[in-house]
């Protein structure tokens, strides 16, 4: 089946500081989705790609269906940041997503 | 705006138990979806319904029965609650065309005794 590896699986970071979360796929993507779960177990919707860049604050993300990996960028993290981060992506004409396993972000002061 | 409604917000059941999560959402979205997210696992995929009157199984269906009432409403029972289960749903939902973005609900997490 389709495949979807995150990386890294744990990051930490002070606050201030900038990483890069990272999808990597085994096939060809239609879209991408980025999600945060917050404390309650919610999935927040960060962004969705069919293609190219978006930014919203300090968040950044990026998709490149052909190179088959999306990347979500985060800068001057902040405490309230952390939490797990999940990726999700369709193939056309797949009703079915796959999520990857997550990324657990832990800010630290 | 719309709204993903799950009932109940946290459920605790007993082993052998039958139980039954509701999912509402006025979003008028054809396709809705039920997932299963343990700690530190991904979100994986129970059922899902492409249109009304639509019942697919997803990767972990077994233990599981979904039932599409009606557009807005999609329901998941756990067929026998497992001892020392304990596990959020979460129920999404998207358009059949145009774009392919799904909307979360709050979840229902799931304690079994």
């Known amino acids: 089946g389709d495949q979807v590896e995150q990386s890294p699986s744990a990051l930490s970071l002070h606050e201030g500081t900038g990483s890069a979360l990272r999808c990597n796929f085994t096939?060809?993507?239609?879209?991408v989705q980025w999600f945060r779960k917050n404390s309650r177990g919610s999935l927040i919707n960060l962004f969705y790609?069919?293609?190219g860049t978006k930014e919203n604050g300090r968040l950044k993300s990026a998709f490149d269906s052909k190179e088959r990996y999306s990347t979500l960028h985060i800068r001057d993290a902040q405490l309230e940041d952390s939490g797990t981060y999940f990726c999700?992506?369709?193939?056309?004409?797949?009703?079915?997503?796959?999520f990857g396993k997550g990324t657990s972000l832990v800010v630290h002061p | 705006g719309g709204i993903i409604t799950q009932t109940p917000k946290f459920l605790i059941g007993q082993e052998g138990q039958k139980l039954t999560l509701k999912c509402q959402q006025n979003?008028?979205?054809?396709?809705m979806y039920w997932y299963r997210q343990d700690s530190g696992k991904g979100l994986r995929l129970i059922y899902y319904s492409i249109t009304e009157n639509d019942l697919q199984k997803g990767d972990l269906s077994e233990g599981y029965d979904a039932s599409r009432e009606k557009k807005s409403s999609f329901s998941l029972t756990v067929t026998s609650a497992q001892k020392n289960e304990m596990a959020v749903f979460l129920c999404?939902?998207?358009?059949?065309?145009?774009?392919?973005?799904?909307?979360f609900g709050p979840g229902t997490r799931l304690t079994v005794l």
């Open positions: 979003f008028n979205h054809d396709t």
């Open positions: 096939t060809t993507m239609r879209a």
């Open positions: 999700a992506a369709r193939r056309g004409g797949n009703y079915k997503p796959t």
């Open positions: 999404a939902s998207r358009p059949l065309g145009g774009g392919d973005e799904q909307y």
């Open positions: 790609l069919a293609s």
